[in-house]
C-alpha cells in the first residue's frame, strides 16, 4: 500500500506573508516613483515662478520706457501743431495789420509768424509722426495715425505681459501638481504603515489589513496617474 | 551548503553592515540633491536680482536719454528759428537773430550738452542719435552693463537638470535599501538572491551618482 503525499500548507503565522511583501515591493516602487514625479513637478513650478518674476521685471522696465518715449514724441507732436497753429495765426494778423495799413504791426506779425513756422519744420524733423512712414500723414492735410503708433508702442510690453502670463500659468499647474503628488505620497504612508500591520499580525486581521492596503495603494496611484495625464 | 550559508550570522553582519553603508550613502545623495535644489535656488535669486538692478539702471538710461533729448531738441528748434531770422529780409530779425545766437544759443547747447556738442550724436538730418546717447549711457556703467541674468538662470537650469537626475539616484538607492532589508528579514534560499539584487541595485545607484555628478561638474567648469 503506497501513501499519498499530503498537500504542504503553510503555517498560519507564515499565511499571505510572500503577498504583503510583494505588496509592499510594489508600494516601495510607486512610492519613488511619485516622488521623483513630485521632485520634477517641484522643479518645474520653480523655473515657471523664476520666468514669471523675469517676465514682470522686463515688463515693467518696458512700460517705463516705452511711456518716456511716448511722452517725448506726443510733447513734440503737441509743438509741432502749436507752432502751426502760432503761425498761421500771425500770418492772419500780418494780413489784418496790413489792411489797417500797420506797417510796424504787419511787420512783427510777419517776423513772429517766420519764427513759428521755422520752429514747427524743425519740430517736424523730430516728430515720429512725420519722419516714420508707418505714421506719417499720407496727405498734406491729413492727422498722423494715432492709433498704428499706440498699437506699436504696446507692442513689446503687451508681448511680455502675455509671456508672464503664461509663465504665471504653469506656474500654478506645476506647483498644484507638486502640492497633490505630497498628497500621493502622504496616501502612500498609510498603505505602508498597512501592509506593516499586515505583516505583524496573523490569521484573518493580516488579510484584511492587506486589503486595506491595496484599495488605499489602487486609490493613491489612480490618482497619481490622474495627476499625471492631466 | 547553501542553506548553512544562509543561516550563518556572518551573512547577519555582512547585510547589516551593507545595510549600513547603503543608508549612510542614501542620506549623502539626498544631502546633495538637496544641496544642489539649493544652488539651484540660489542661481534664481541672483538672476532675478540682477534682472531688477538692470532693469532700474536701463529705466534710468532711457529717462536721462529723453531728457537730454528735449533739452536738445530745444536747441535745435531755437537754431532753426534763428537761421530763418538770419535768411530773411528783415533788418528787425536779423538784429534779434544776432543776439540770440550770441547770447542764448551757446546756453541753450550747453543745456543740451552732450547732444547738441559731440558730433557723433548729430544725424544728417539735423536730430540726433538717440540710441547711440543711450547705448553710451549704458556702456559709461561697465558694472552694470555686465549683469547678466540669463547666464544665472541657464545655471539655475542645470542645477534643477541635476537635482532630476541625483533624485532618481536617491530612488534606486532607496530601492536597494528595502531589498537589502527583504534579505535581512528572510531566511529562505531567496535570501541571496535579494543581497545580490540590493547591492546590485546599489552599485548601479552609485554608478548613476558618480556618472550624473562627472557630468554636470564638467558642464559648470569645475564647479559644484
Known amino acids: 500500500m503506497s501513501e499519498t503525499p ?39 513650478a520653480n523655473n515657471a515662478n523664476r520666468d514669471s518674476q523675469y517676465y514682470a521685471v522686463l515688463a515693467s522696465g518696458e512700460l517705463h520706457r516705452s511711456g518716456l518715449q511716448s511722452s517725448y514724441d506726443l510733447n513734440t507732436f503737441a509743438g509741432v501743431v ?38 514747427a519744420d524743425k519740430l517736424k524733423s523730430f516728430s515720429i509722426f512725420y519722419t516714420d512712414p508707418r505714421y506719417a500723414p499720407i496727405n498734406a492735410d491729413d492727422m498722423p495715425n494715432a492709433e498704428a503708433y499706440v498699437a506699436n ?11 508672464q502670463n503664461a509663465a504665471a500659468d504653469d506656474y500654478h499647474a506645476w506647483s498644484s501638481k507638486a502640492d497633490s503628488y505630497v498628497g500621493v505620497l502622504t496616501i502612500m504612508a498609510v498603505a505602508f504603515f498597512l501592509f506593516g500591520l499586515a505583516q505583524a499580525l496573523t490569521g484573518r486581521m493580516r488579510l484584511v489589513f492587506a486589503i486595506f492596503g491595496m484599495v488605499i495603494l489602487l486609490g493613491a496611484s489612480g490618482w497619481a496617474m490622474l495627476i499625471l495625464i492631466v | 551548503m547553501l542553506k548553512r550559508l544562509n543561516e550563518s550570522p556572518r551573512l547577519d ?42 532693469q532700474t539702471a536701463a529705466s534710468e538710461d532711457w529717462r536721462k536719454t529723453y531728457e537730454e533729448a528735449g533739452h536738445a531738441q530745444t536747441y535745435a528748434v531755437v537754431l532753426a528759428q534763428v537761421e530763418a531770422f538770419e535768411n530773411s529780409n528783415d533788418k528787425a530779425a536779423q538784429d534779434q537773430a544776432k543776439n540770440m545766437r550770441q547770447y542764448l544759443l551757446p546756453n541753450l547747447q550747453l543745456i543740451g550738452d552732450p547732444l547738441t556738442t559731440d558730433e557723433k550724436y548729430l544725424k544728417s538730418d539735423g536730430t540726433y542719435d538717440l540710441e547711440r546717447r543711450y547705448a553710451d549711457l549704458v556702456a559709461s556703467s561697465p558694472d552694470l552693463a555686465a549683469l547678466d541674468p540669463e547666464a544665472s538662470f541657464k545655471l539655475s537650469d542645470q542645477y534643477s537638470s541635476e537635482q532630476r537626475w541625483l533624485t532618481v539616484g536617491v530612488i534606486l538607492l532607496a530601492i536597494s535599501l528595502f531589498w537589502l532589508a527583504l534579505s535581512q528579514l528572510s531566511m529562505k534560499r531567496s535570501r541571496l ?8 541595485i546599489y552599485l548601479f545607484g552609485l554608478i548613476w551618482f558618480g556618472l550624473v555628478e562627472l557630468i554636470f561638474f564638467s558642464v559648470r567648469g569645475g564647479a559644484l
Open chain 2, 13 to 54: 553582519i555582512f547585510i547589516a553592515i551593507v545595510i549600513a553603508v547603503v543608508s549612510v550613502t542614501t542620506a549623502l545623495a539626498a544631502w546633495r540633491a538637496s544641496m544642489v535644489s539649493s544652488a539651484a535656488g540660489d542661481a534664481i535669486r541672483q538672476g532675478l536680482v540682477d534682472a531688477v538692478k538692470k
Open chain 1, 82 to 119: 502749436r507752432e502751426m497753429q502760432t503761425s498761421l495765426m500771425m500770418q492772419f494778423t500780418a494780413l489784418q495789420s496790413e489792411q489797417n495799413t500797420d506797417k510796424l504791426g504787419t511787420a512783427l506779425s510777419n517776423i513772429s509768424a517766420l519764427a513759428a513756422q521755422a520752429r
Open chain 1, 153 to 163: 508702442s504696446n507692442a513689446k510690453a503687451n508681448e511680455l505681459v502675455e509671456k
Open chain 1, 6 to 44: 499530503t498537500p504542504v500548507t503553510p503555517e498560519p503565522a507564515e499565511r499571505h506573508k510572500t503577498l504583503i511583501v510583494v505588496l509592499t515591493l510594489i508600494t516601495t516602487i510607486i512610492t519613488a516613483i511619485v516622488a521623483g514625479l513630485q521632485s520634477d513637478a517641484n522643479i518645474r
Open chain 2, 193 to 200: 538572491v535579494t543581497l545580490a539584487i540590493g547591492v546590485g
